[in-house]
């Protein structure tokens, strides 16, 4: 009779005793005398096969072609940790664990980590594969007899995996989410929309899961201090028919908005428009007219705005100095092209111009940087009209153009330095 081990379940956050994980393994005697034969031998590795492989894995040469492995899909995938009984993953866990694994082989060590190989806790066995050892305190992997060690990019997804009873079997079925914001989207249909963190940000509307924010440190998350930058999440639906807007506050030293916009329906949800596709241009200064022409691509490809005298006079000045010191050249315009960079500090929606539909409205903060570019710095409002499923660019209104007394607080508004933990 087999002497029984003390097993740890995590089951939705909670812990059972083994006593309890014992009592409900007890059906399965065939599969648990199969799986306790994988906890023999020594985690540290050994060069030869280990005699834990199943007998399919016995009667082929295993792969250690870790480019060949993270190419899989759909692969069966077993645990074992601290040289207990190999567990089974299902198709969840094992496609978010090889996109852990993908997103760290361009950080390969060489050196010292090999001295740490005889403290990994864990095995990964992927079928048709040389075992991968992973050391979960130092964050290190690599295949087993392999030189090539390898750090696991992402550190805060692994200590939230969770084990639950599948079936009658214990089953690795996917990482602890922490919920930080959900919202209805549609209200004829039953849909919401839920901003969760499991170690990366994730949007999920149904079965659609996308990744907003990746490698996001815990501890950072819900942060109060500017000094440790979090992000706040929010959604704000734009119309009847699925069409929503996700926006997030980064609060740092610099704050900054990033605005995403989305159309869920038949079960999916399609990306329509995002800020981060913004780009913004220096075209060119025209002294004599007092005017500076820029871009906001992919929108807009000349917007010429008329500068104050002030702005003027600094100009003048500025481009008195480029041309004592030789520096107005024929490259000139091309070389500070770029140099015109812009942060969104506000969103909302208004009926700004009274036509009984409301726009989407971002508030946006455009200076220069270069010691030889232009210096220039003023606000705009970008507005966007809401149309059937999607949104049109519609204006950027420029502060110093700006006639709308309704637009005036807007021009004015900034993001507070510490994290908002209510959004409404």
């Given at each position: 009779?087999?002497?029984?081990?003390?097993?740890?379940?995590?089951?939705?956050?909670?812990?059972?005793?083994?006593?309890?994980?014992?009592?409900?393994?007890?059906?399965?005697?065939?599969?648990?005398?199969?799986?306790?034969?994988?906890?023999?031998?020594?985690?540290?590795?050994?060069?030869?096969?280990?005699?834990?492989?199943?007998?399919?894995?016995?009667?082929?040469?295993?792969?250690?072609?870790?480019?060949?492995?993270?190419?899989?899909?759909?692969?069966?995938?077993?645990?074992?940790?601290?040289?207990?009984?190999?567990?089974?993953?299902?198709?969840?866990?094992?496609?978010?664990?090889?996109?852990?694994?993908?997103?760290s082989i361009n950080d390969e060590w060489q050196?010292?980590?090999?001295?740490?190989?005889?403290?990994?806790?864990?095995?990964?066995?992927?079928?048709?594969?040389?075992?991968?050892?992973?050391?979960?305190?130092?964050?290190?992997?690599?295949?087993?007899?392999?030189?090539?060690?390898?750090?696991?990019?992402?550190?805060?997804?692994?200590?939230?995996?969770?084990?639950?009873?599948?079936?009658?079997?214990?089953?690795?079925?996917?990482?602890?989410?922490?919920?930080?914001?959900?919202?209805?989207?549609?209200?004829?249909?039953?849909?919401?929309?839920?901003?969760?963190?499991?170690?990366?940000?994730?949007?999920?509307?149904?079965?659609?899961?996308?990744?907003?924010?990746?490698?996001?440190?815990?501890?950072?998350?819900?942060?109060?201090?500017?000094?440790?930058?979090?992000?706040?999440?929010?959604?704000?639906?734009?119309?009847d028919k699925g069409l929503f807007m996700l926006?997030?506050?980064?609060?740092?030293?610099?704050?900054?908005?990033?605005?995403?916009?989305?159309?869920?329906?038949?079960?999916?949800?399609?990306?329509?428009?995002?800020?981060?596709?913004?780009?913004?241009?220096?075209?060119?200064?025209?002294?004599?007219?007092?005017?500076?022409?820029?871009?906001?691509?992919?929108?807009?490809?000349?917007?010429?705005?008329?500068?104050?005298?002030?702005?003027?006079?600094?100009?003048?000045?500025?481009?008195?100095?480029?041309?004592?010191?030789?520096?107005?050249?024929?490259?000139?315009?091309?070389?500070?092209?770029?140099?015109?960079?812009?942060?969104?500090?506000?969103?909302?929606?208004?009926?700004?111009?009274?036509?009984?539909?409301?726009?989407?409205?971002?508030?946006?903060?455009?200076?220069?940087?270069?010691?030889?570019?232009?210096?220039?710095?003023?606000?705009?409002?970008?507005?966007?009209?809401?149309?059937?499923?999607?949104?049109?660019?519609?204006?950027?209104?420029?502060?110093?153009?700006?006639?709308?007394?309704?637009?005036?607080?807007?021009?004015?508004?900034?993001?507070?330095?510490?994290?908002?933990?209510?959004?409404?």
């Amino acid at each position: 009779m087999k002497s029984k081990k003390k097993i740890t379940i995590i089951l939705g956050g909670s812990l059972l005793t083994g006593i309890l994980a014992l009592m409900l393994l007890n059906p399965l005697k065939q599969d648990d005398q199969t799986l306790a034969h994988h906890t023999q031998g020594s985690i540290a590795g050994n060069k030869q096969l280990n005699p834990t492989q199943n007998n399919e894995q016995q009667n082929q040469t295993l792969s250690s072609n870790m480019e060949a492995l993270l190419k899989e899909v759909n692969i069966p995938l077993t645990i074992s940790q601290h040289e207990e009984r190999f567990i089974p993953a299902n198709d969840f866990f094992t496609s978010r664990l090889l996109s852990l694994l993908r997103d760290s082989i361009n950080d390969e060590w060489q050196s010292e980590a090999k001295a740490d190989k005889q403290n990994a806790q864990v095995r990964f066995r992927f079928e048709g594969y040389v075992d991968i050892y992973f050391n979960a305190e130092l964050n290190m992997f690599w295949f087993e007899g392999s030189d090539q060690v390898y750090h696991l990019n992402n550190t805060e997804v692994w200590p939230r995996y969770m084990i639950k009873i599948v079936n009658n079997q214990l089953t690795y079925a996917g990482f602890e989410k922490t919920v930080l914001y959900k919202k209805t989207i549609s209200p004829y249909r039953d849909e919401e929309a839920v901003i969760y963190y499991d170690g990366n940000i994730h949007l999920q509307v149904h079965d659609t899961d996308i990744i907003l924010n990746d490698v996001v440190d815990e501890h950072t998350l819900l942060s109060h201090d500017a000094h440790y930058p979090s992000d706040s999440y929010g959604i704000e639906v734009l119309d009847d028919k699925g069409l929503f807007m996700l926006y997030s506050a980064h609060k740092g030293m610099s704050p900054f908005y990033k605005v995403r916009v989305y159309q869920s329906g038949d079960g999916k949800v399609m990306p329509i428009w995002s800020s981060l596709d913004m780009d913004s241009y220096i075209n060119y200064v025209d002294l004599d007219n007092k005017t500076i022409d820029i871009a906001l691509q992919p929108m807009l490809d000349s917007k010429v705005i008329g500068l104050s005298n002030a702005e003027a006079e600094r100009m003048y000045a500025h481009f008195d100095t480029l041309k004592n010191n030789g520096i107005l050249d024929e490259n000139f315009w091309q070389d500070i092209k770029e140099n015109l960079l812009y942060e969104m500090i506000h969103v909302t929606t208004l009926d700004y111009d009274h036509d009984e539909k409301k726009e989407l409205l971002m508030t946006i903060s455009f200076h220069t940087v270069g010691a030889k570019t232009p210096p220039f710095d003023q606000r705009a409002i970008l507005v966007y009209s809401i149309e059937n499923k999607g949104i049109v660019y519609k204006d950027l209104i420029m502060e110093s153009e700006n006639t709308n007394e309704q637009l005036d607080s807007l021009f004015r508004t900034t993001i507070p330095q510490t994290v908002m933990t209510h959004w409404e």
